[in-house]
Antibody, heavy 122, light 106 residues
């Protein structure tokens, strides 16, 4: 069964850092680009970042560029999101998702994790 | 950036109703349009990709249509498990963008 499991969320003060992880199973992880999408409380979905299957190419939303870094360890089937200089407006549930595989960086997200909650507050 | 506008933002319907949700892109995206369903406290689920292709395992009462800038998601006969929020997403170019969502309520 194809599965994604996020972890690493929590409460952090403004200006702090947090590292999210997404463990993948049930598919050839290195063959697929991956993405992070977030959802602020009571709000819609916002695309955050994308990374190619090899990890050699990344894209970011302007709202996180320069503060967030997406990486992956294909030997451990794990995706990461390093979040620095966190702001109150970064408070959200963060989902990792798998690209369907048609193209990169623009594509469909066919498998989603259950999400991990990040709260930025003093 | 490509803006995605969904309408309505919410609707009330009954079991068995035919429901239509629209999504408009701020520029042509060919058929690079996807639909997701999200239930409270759950992750989004892919329903339709490429504007009209049904994702594996999704009931055939869901269908999508449209091209260029105007798209539609139709539920032919609403079932109790279909009460949820629906999002469109363009996969034409980065930044990838979502519509604001349509909440389907009883």
């Amino acid at each position: 069964e194809v599965q994604l499991l996020e972890s690493g969320g929590g409460l952090v003060q403004p200006g702090g850092s947090l590292r999210l992880s997404c463990a993948a199973s049930g598919f050839t992880f290195s063959s697929y680009a991956m993405t992070w999408v977030r959802q602020a409380p009571g709000k819609g979905l916002e695309w955050v970042s994308a990374i190619s299957g090899s990890g050699g190419s990344t894209y970011y939303a302007d709202s996180v560029k320069g503060r967030f870094t997406t990486s992956r360890d294909n030997s451990k089937n794990t995706l990461f999101l390093q979040m620095n200089s966190l702001r109150a407006e970064d408070t959200a549930v963060y989902y990792c998702a798998k690209y369907q595989g048609g193209s990169y960086p623009a594509d469909t997200f066919d498998i989603w994790g259950q999400g991990t909650r990040v709260s930025v507050s003093s | 950036d490509i803006q995605m506008t969904q309408s309505p933002s919410s609707l009330s319907a009954s079991v068995g109703d035919r429901v239509t949700i629209t999504c408009r892109a701020s520029q042509s995206i060919n058929n690079y349009l996807n639909w997701y369903q999200q239930k409270p406290g759950k992750a989004p689920k892919l329903l339709i990709y490429g504007a009209s292709s049904l994702q594996s395992g999704v009931p055939s009462r869901f269908s999508g249509s449209g091209s260029e800038t105007d798209f539609t998601l139709t539920i032919s006969s609403l079932q109790p498990e279909d009460f949820a929020t629906y999002y469109c997403q363009q996969s034409y170019s980065t930044p990838l963008t979502f519509g604001g969502g349509t909440k389907v309520e009883i």
